[in-house]
């Protein structure tokens, strides 16, 4: 377990060095990611960058720090989708084609998954036309 509030760390995974950034959620104001910015490690062999929220500012600096996958939530898939049109709202900053699951993030070699989770948020306690989830990604080598 790695605490990335608005943190970074290295691991080791299979014997594969991971390096890692998070950041408290940006959608209220709680990120700090200039604390813990920078160019990912040379010796890093997988980069992973974390956001609660996936606003848009936030992940242009994680991508531009070369970090290679985005993974953030917040959205809960839109919550309330429309068959054949998809998320109605993204409450965020993110584009409602990207409410959910893996997208190339724009003008970036970066990956962002967006997961739709779980739950829903307390003020809208209800989904519709949007499965929750949650995710398993599997990562190869390249």
């Known amino acids: 377990w790695a605490d990335l509030n608005n943190a970074r760390t290295t691991l080791k995974a299979g014997g594969r060095l991971i390096e890692l950034v998070g950041v408290d959620d940006p959608h209220i104001a709680r990120d700090d990611y200039p604390s813990v910015a920078g160019p990912v490690s040379a010796a890093a ?7 609660h929220s996936p606003e848009p500012a936030v992940l242009d600096e994680m991508a531009a ?16 989708c429309v068959p054949g049109f998809g998320a109605l709202v993204t409450n965020c900053g993110l584009p409602r084609s990207m409410a959910k699951g893996l997208h190339r993030w724009p003008d970036s070699d970066a990956w962002l998954h967006v997961s739709a989770g779980l739950g829903t948020h307390p003020t ?3 989904r519709f036309a949007c499965r929750p989830e949650a995710s398993i990604l599997t990562l190869i080598p390249r």
């Open 45 to 51: 062999e997988l980069s992973i960058a974390l956001s």
């Open 124 to 126: 809208a306690p209800v």
């Open 65 to 80: 720090d070369g970090f290679e996958l985005l993974l953030a939530g917040h959205t809960h898939g839109g919550q309330v």
